[in-house]
Each structure stands twice: as structure tokens, then as C-alpha cells.
């Protein structure tokens, strides 16, 4: 089994900053992209940001130059920093990990975390 514990959301002002950190554990072999996703109340899911084992990169339109996100691949643990939030940044978000469980395996598989719930309001 693999497990993805998120931490870090909560309520925050409008301008304010928020970090989640996502970290993997379980039956893991190596993880190939980890990344946050995030669902708004009567939304579809979408991508906020991955980050792949080499370190590079991606955003969605939405977030470019107020989110970063980052990775310690020796604790199996993904960050978003998050700045200059606003109330559209309001969602569920969710942490994701393409893994790779066994040295037998041939794929890697998705797992999700729980959510953690961030809400940007005065």
C-alpha cells in the first residue's frame, strides 16, 4: 500500500500565503511525478502543479508566479507554496504521486491523498 498524508491548509486572508506539504510512504520503489490538484464545491478537479523526479516543472495558467512547488525526493514529500492567494483559490486540493511500488513492477500507478481544505476570505 501506499499512503499520501497532505498538511499545512487552513483559512487565510486574501494576499496571505499558505505551504502544503504532501508526504508519501508505504510499499514505494520510486516515484515518478508528484503534484497538486485541487476541487472548488460544484467544480471538476483540475492541475495546479507537478513536479517530476528531475526537478522540472509545471503550472497551470492560474497559479504561474504565486505558486511554487518543490521536492524532497529522499523523504518522498512535495510542497506548494503558495502567496499572493486569492478567493478563487478556494479547494480542496489534493496531493497526487505517479509510484512505482516493487522493482518488479513494469508501472507506475496514481495515488491520491485525502485533501487537505484551503479557504482565502476576510
Known amino acids: 500500500q501506499v499512503q499520501l498524508v497532505e498538511s499545512g491548509g487552513g483559512l487565510v486572508q486574501p494576499g496571505g500565503s499558505l505551504r502544503l506539504s504532501c508526504a508519501a510512504s508505504g510499499s514505494i520503489f520510486s516515484i515518478s511525478a508528484m503534484g497538486w490538484y485541487r476541487q472548488a464545491p460544484g467544480k471538476q478537479r483540475e492541475l495546479v502543479a507537478t513536479i517530476v523526479s528531475g526537478g522540472s516543472r509545471n503550472y497551470a495558467d492560474f497559479v504561474k508566479g504565486r505558486f511554487t512547488i518543490s521536492r524532497d525526493n529522499a523523504k518522498n514529500t512535495v510542497y506548494l507554496q503558495m502567496n499572493s492567494l486569492k478567493p478563487e483559490d478556494t479547494a480542496v486540493y489534493y496531493c497526487?504521486?505517479?509510484?512505482?511500488?516493487?522493482?518488479?513492477?513494469?508501472?507506475?500507478?496514481?495515488?491520491w491523498g485525502q485533501g487537505t481544505q484551503v479557504t482565502v476570505s476576510s
Open positions: 497526487n504521486a505517479r509510484v512505482r511500488r516493487t522493482i518488479y513492477d513494469t508501472v507506475y500507478r496514481d495515488y
